[in-house]
C-alpha cells in the first residue's frame, strides 16, 4: 500500500515538475524572440541610418 502512494505521489511531483520546466522554456522563449526582434529592429534602423549618408 505504501509503495502505491510513494509511487503516486512520484508521478504527482514529476508531473508538476515537467509542467513548471514548459513554463520556464515557454518564457525563455519568448524572452529570446523578444531579443532577437529587437536586434533585427536595431540592424534594420542602422541600415537605413546608413543609407541616408
Same mark, same amino acid.
Given at each position: 500500500? &505504501? $509503495?502505491? +502512494?510513494? @509511487?503516486?505521489?512520484? +508521478? ?7 509542467? $513548471?520546466? @514548459?513554463?520556464?522554456? &515557454?518564457?525563455?522563449?519568448?524572452? +529570446?524572440?523578444?531579443?532577437? /526582434? /529587437?536586434? +533585427?529592429?536595431?540592424? &534594420?534602423? /542602422? $541600415? @537605413? $541610418?546608413?543609407? @541616408?549618408?
Amino acid at each position: 500500500m &505504501s $509503495e502505491d +502512494l510513494f @509511487k503516486e505521489a512520484f +508521478l504527482e511531483a514529476r508531473e508538476e515538475a515537467a509542467a $513548471e520546466y @514548459k513554463q520556464e522554456i &515557454s518564457e525563455m522563449g519568448m524572452a +529570446l524572440e523578444k531579443f532577437f /526582434n /529587437n536586434v +533585427l529592429e536595431t540592424i &534594420s534602423f /542602422n $541600415e @537605413k $541610418e546608413l543609407m @541616408k549618408h
